[in-house]
């Protein structure tokens, strides 16, 4: 037995170590930055303790770069996740042409993320932007729109870029869930007279939880921190009145005054708190379980 052992271990070693590399020795590396000082050229100065979580709270910043994460990540993921059940309830159909949509929902996702920003950017143009062509020839505007120049304007558009963005792989894996389903469990309900939206409601969305619970998991912390569409969208404006968790960490280290690399790294650590904090606390609000699944499918 423990020469089978021996050998597991050999087989998953390069797993280990490759999870090591890459993720333990990144986590410790992380936090023992956000217990140091550093000098602005980045050389280690010393431990300074919690010092600079405490200076992290001292930022007058941060209230107002949590909100617009709060808002980023809501509105994106939520509104992702919305429109993701519609399309692969769509492309779960039988239609001429269903494979070429099929694929070509996949380009948003499969493009680079700096590009697809960048072509956005081009897109919300003030002067030759095709948004305000289009929607002043239109008249649904009377005058262009400055979309990253306007305080009230400027995290819509991140949002929607975001959800462009986001769309691809949520909607395939609703779709993934919804081609799991058993056709004979629809035979059953249109036999007991149910309709189709009973059906949708009873039916489908109770045994799509599995991967209702991936799509959101995962999209919550993709969007949590995703860099390039926030930066590439936002850095025309001073200040931080428009970012994130993650572009704020990246200021602070690189761009702003401060050119503090420990207070980044306090706020890198306190960014993984948030993530982890948000993933549990929406596991335990949908109260996955098999039993919910098996009530669901019955």
């Keep these: 037995m423990s020469g089978r052992r021996w050998e597991a271990l050999l087989w998953l070693g390069p797993s280990l170590a490759l999870i090591g590399g890459v993720v333990f020795y990144p986590a410790v590396a ?30 007058p910043a941060l209230p107002t770069v949590l909100a617009n994460t709060a808002v980023w990540v809501t509105a994106v993921v939520s509104i992702t996740v919305v429109i993701s059940l519609a399309l692969a309830q769509l492309l779960n159909q039988d239609f001429p042409g269903r494979a ?68 691809p792989f949520t909607t395939y894996v609703l779709l993934a869930g919804l081609a799991g389903i058993p056709g004979e469990v629809y035979e ?73 690399v420990g207070l980044a790294a306090a706020l890198g650590v306190v960014n993984v708190a948030l993530i982890l904090v948000a993933v549990v606390a929406y596991l335990r609000t949908v109260r996955w379980d098999d039993d919910a699944a098996a009530a669901g499918s019955a």
């Design 188 to 260: 059953a309900a249109r036999v007991d007279g149910a309709s189709t939206w009973a059906t949708y409601r009873l039916v489908t969305l109770p045994l799509l939880q599995p991967a209702l619970l991936v799509a959101v998991v995962l999209n919550v912390i993709y969007v949590f921190n995703s860099f390039p569409i926030v930066w590439t969208l936002n850095d025309r404006n001073p200040g931080f009145g428009h970012d994130t968790m993650i572009t704020y960490m990246y200021k602070i280290a690189f761009k702003s005054a401060l050119r503090d």
């Design 100 to 167: 070429l949509v099929r694929w070509a929902l996949i380009v948003p996702w499969a493009a680079s993320l700096i590009m697809t920003s960048t072509l956005f950017v081009w897109i919300y143009d003030y002067y030759f932007g095709a948004l305000n062509q289009l929607l002043t020839s239109l008249h649904v505007l009377p005058q262009p729109v400055d979309w990253l120049g306007e305080d009230t304007t400027v995290m819509g558009a991140m949002i929607a870029v975001g959800i462009f963005v986001s769309l």
């Design 30 to 59: 992380l936090v023992r930055a956000s217990l140091g000082r550093y000098s602005i050229t980045g050389v280690y100065q010393g431990s300074v303790g919690a010092e600079n979580y405490a200076r992290l709270l001292e930022q």
